[in-house]
Nanobody, 124 residues
């Protein structure tokens, strides 16, 4: 069984930065893609970023391109999301998840082993 635990959320002002971390434990899916998704208040969950198992490929949602950076450390079984130039519309619960394969995808149905989420609030 795999457990995913997010951390690093909090309250930040517009233009600020946060760094989210996700630690995987158990039978860690080292050779699987990893992804970050978010669910804004009152909205459906949406894709944020994904990274291939060897970090060769990364994908970002249009709204975060150029501001967010996803990375992973397979030796530490962690994936991080560096978020810069934060905007109020980035306010959401952020989730990390392990993909079903090594290839990253924007489709949340291709992910399993979800974390419990961490709240990010950006004040205007």
């Amino acid at each position: 069984q795999v457990q995913m635990v997010e951390s690093g959320g909090g309250l930040v002002q517009t233009g600020g930065s946060l760094r989210l971390a996700c630690a995987a434990s158990g039978r860690t899916p080292i050779f699987n893609a990893m992804g970050w998704f978010r669910q804004p208040p009152g909205k459906e969950r949406e894709f944020v970023a994904a990274i291939s198992w060897n970090s060769d490929s990364t994908y970002y949602g249009d709204s975060v391109k150029g501001r967010f950076t996803i990375s992973r450390d397979n030796a530490k079984n962690t994936v991080t999301l560096q978020m810069n130039s934060l905007k109020p519309e980035d306010t959401a619960v952020y989730y990390c998840a392990s993909g079903l394969s090594a290839i990253p995808t924007t489709n949340e149905r291709q992910y399993y082993h979800w974390g419990q989420g961490t709240q990010v609030t950006v004040s205007s």
